[in-house]
């Protein structure tokens, strides 16, 4: 079974970086579409940043400039640089496949945002 791990969520200060990776077990890692979601406590679950299996990414208009995702297919990972964090990113991260079906969610990777 195809298993996702997030890691590297931390307590940064505002105006802070975090760099998260995943790991994702399995073939189909390099042929799919890889994003970072994240879910704060009373939200729903929202998509952060999307990757193609070729490298183009698009972000949700409240990280652009301060996110990047990047993919390394060889090792079957994806990680999110996060720059000029603000207290409004903490949140739990996960990254899944961009499009149905999805794999079951790891247990993602907290990070808050505070002074």
């Known amino acids: 079974q195809v298993q996702l791990v997030e890691s590297g969520g931390d307590l940064v200060q505002p105006g802070g970086s975090l760099r998260l990776s995943c790991g994702v077990s399995g073939s189909i890692f390099r042929l799919r579409v890889m994003g970072w979601y994240r879910q704060a406590p009373g939200k729903q679950r929202e998509l952060v940043a999307a990757?193609?299996?070729?490298?183009?990414?698009n972000y949700a208009d409240y990280v652009k400039g301060r996110f990047t995702i990047s993919r390394d297919n060889a090792k079957n990972a994806v990680t999110l640089q996060m720059n000029s964090m603000k207290p409004e990113d903490t949140a739990v991260y996960y990254c899944?496949?961009?499009?149905?079906?999805?794999?079951?969610w790891g247990q993602g990777t907290q990070v808050t945002v505070s002074s």
């Open positions: 990757i193609t299996a070729g490298g183009s990414a």
């Open positions: 899944n496949v961009r499009y149905a079906p999805q794999l079951p």
